[in-house]
């Protein structure tokens, strides 16, 4: 999928909301237990329930892997199903991966490839050569790691160097790469006093936002500050929208909860557009 696909379906929806598909066996509701794939037809039910009310899902793939190959099987059939099924929404494979350069070319041809996603998350530590392989497929992005939500995100990535605090340098640094203009960036909600500054270096890049809801990120601030022209955010929530219930209801449930938030971006939208 392009950006200008992306954008286009976010102004269709009047939505930048990003499904987090984080599926734990202990979490999920029991009478799912029964059935031959409980990670899939779990997906499958959030997935029909709320399609319509957001542009984006993003599976955790550690919660697939943990499961060994048949989580695996999982993860595959729940991407196929949304290709098949809800072509229009982008997909986003939250693996965080990132390694010497022929390695990351194999990682790339896995989620791009083989299973088909629109973008991957990946570390930037490694640097270019680990992160210009996932780049050069064109209609794909890579997510780079930029200022992520957790409390150890102040054990470097606001740590300066040369005065110059070393997130800022990754994205400094990251738009001299080939291919760059295929690069989206995560940046935490609970973050929020960070994204006027980011946005001073990333001007127009969508930036993909967790940490809203369970985490205790504001939606309103992320969007003060972090809003562009073209909206350039993917705003994702995750437990807080899947786990709404464990109950036989609980697809109903979660589409209740991805309503209030997409009916709080359609309201940020109408003020500022």
Same mark, same amino acid.
């Given at each position: 999928?392009?950006?200008?696909?992306?954008?286009?379906?976010?102004?269709?929806?009047?939505?930048?909301?990003?499904?987090?598909?984080?599926?734990?066996?202990?979490?999920?509701?029991?009478?799912?237990?029964?059935? =031959?794939?409980?990670?899939? =037809? $779990? /997906? !499958?039910?959030?997935?029909?329930?709320?399609?319509?009310?957001?542009?984006?899902?993003?599976?955790?793939?550690?919660?697939?892997?943990?499961?060994?190959?048949?989580?695996?099987?999982?993860?595959?059939?729940?991407?196929?199903?949304?290709?098949?099924?809800?072509?229009?929404?982008?997909?986003?494979?939250?693996?965080?991966?990132?390694?010497? %350069?022929?390695?990351?070319?194999?990682?790339?041809?896995?989620?791009?490839?083989?299973?088909?996603?629109?973008?991957?998350?990946?570390?930037?530590?490694? %640097?270019?050569?680990?992160? =210009?392989?996932?780049?050069?497929?064109?209609?794909?992005?890579?997510?780079?790691?930029?200022?992520?939500? /957790?409390?150890?995100?102040?054990?470097?990535?606001?740590?300066?160097?040369? *005065?110059?605090?070393?997130?800022?340098?990754?994205?400094?640094?990251?738009?001299?790469?080939? /291919?760059?203009?295929?690069?989206?960036?995560?940046? *935490?909600?609970?973050?929020? @006093?960070? $994204?006027?500054?980011?946005? /001073?270096?990333?001007?127009?890049?969508?930036?993909?936002?967790?940490?809203?809801?369970?985490?205790?990120?504001?939606?309103?601030?992320?969007?003060?500050?972090?809003?562009?022209?073209?909206? *350039?955010?993917?705003?994702?929530?995750?437990?807080?929208?899947?786990?709404?219930?464990? =109950?036989?209801?609980?697809?109903?449930?979660?589409?209740? !909860?991805?309503?209030?938030?997409?009916? @709080?971006?359609?309201?940020?939208?109408?003020?500022? $557009?």
């Amino acid at each position: 999928m392009t950006t200008s696909q992306l954008i286009a379906e976010i102004n269709r929806k009047k939505s930048f909301l990003c499904i987090g598909l984080d599926v734990d066996l202990d979490k999920i509701p029991t009478h799912l237990m029964n059935l =031959e794939d409980p990670i899939f =037809e $779990f /997906n !499958k039910a959030i997935i029909d329930a709320t399609h319509q009310l957001c542009v984006a899902y993003k599976p955790n793939t550690a919660f697939y892997e943990a499961y060994g190959l048949k989580g695996w099987k999982s993860l595959e059939k729940t991407i196929e199903y949304l290709n098949n099924n809800y072509p229009e929404i982008y997909t986003i494979a939250d693996a965080k991966r990132g390694d010497i %350069g022929n390695t990351s070319s194999m990682y790339a041809k896995a989620f791009f490839e083989d299973l088909a996603f629109d973008s991957v998350t990946v570390a930037p530590y490694m %640097g270019k050569d680990s992160v =210009e392989p996932f780049l050069a497929f064109k209609n794909k992005h890579t997510i780079l790691l930029a200022l992520t939500s /957790n409390k150890g995100a102040f054990d470097f990535q606001t740590q300066t160097s040369e *005065g110059i605090p070393i997130y800022q340098k990754v994205l400094e640094t990251s738009k001299t790469w080939k /291919n760059s203009e295929n690069l989206m960036y995560v940046v *935490g909600a609970t973050k929020a @006093e960070y $994204f006027a500054e980011i946005r /001073n270096i990333l001007p127009d890049a969508f930036l993909l936002v967790p940490g809203v809801g369970a985490q205790g990120g504001s939606l309103q601030e992320v969007c003060k500050y972090g809003l562009t022209k073209n909206v *350039g955010l993917l705003i994702n929530s995750s437990r807080g929208i899947i786990y709404a219930s464990r =109950e036989k209801d609980f697809a109903t449930a979660a589409a209740f !909860k991805a309503t209030a938030l997409q009916q @709080e971006m359609e309201r940020i939208l109408k003020r500022l $557009f």
